[in-house]
């Protein structure tokens, strides 16, 4: 058996699915004005300056989403991947996808972005398993703790255990990402393969004369 494992944002999609979620809520007035500016700022800090990715979501789950009903967020997923889904694809990589399927790999997503965004992309991509930061819910259903955040050595800690439990080979196995925090998790491959890479990323594959898509 064979593994493909697959980032998200700005691999699969050309976009951070959370922050476009965001805006489309934003949009529907689900969030203060001023959140927009609070929110672009440490999202620009995350993708140009490396902000450490369990700080940033701790920031965000304490200031916006402690205390709200979690139902209020899933109902309008669907509506949100309706309209943002097809048309953010990075179609390079969803070729990359269809391919692992035509051949029978076994399809793992894992990603930073909140499980009620994830699991149903990875549904409709047809992933066998997918893996993302869960947000806890209280009695009520409301938000009141970050259960898991899946950065890159929580990547690497999931993909072992798949690697080990199908019991493959690293010539079996194929990563697919575009940042250098997924570092550790292309090591574990024999294909690496970087999606449209950050700065750092692209440096080690050029570096490395490693496949670039």
Known sequence: MKISIFDLDYTILKINS????????????????????????YFLRLKLFNFPLKKLHKIIFDKYLTGMDKKILIDHVNAFLDKYLYKSFYMPCINKINEASLNNHYLVLLSSSPDFLVKPIG??????ECHATVYGVDKDNKFDKIESIIDGDEKEKIAKNIIKKLAVYPSD?????????????????????????????????????WEII
Do not use: G, T
């Open 123 to 128: 549904k409709i991509l047809k992933f066998n």
């Open 18 to 41: 959370s922050f476009k979620y965001y805006l489309f809520l934003y949009k529907k007035n689900f969030f203060k004005k001023s959140s927009f500016f609070y929110l672009f700022f």
């Open 173 to 209: 196995i194929y990563v697919y990402s575009d940042s250098i925090d997924d570092l550790k998790l292309f090591y574990l491959a024999e294909h690496k393969i970087a999606v449209r890479p950050n700065r750092k990323l692209l440096k080690v594959f050029k570096k490395n004369k």
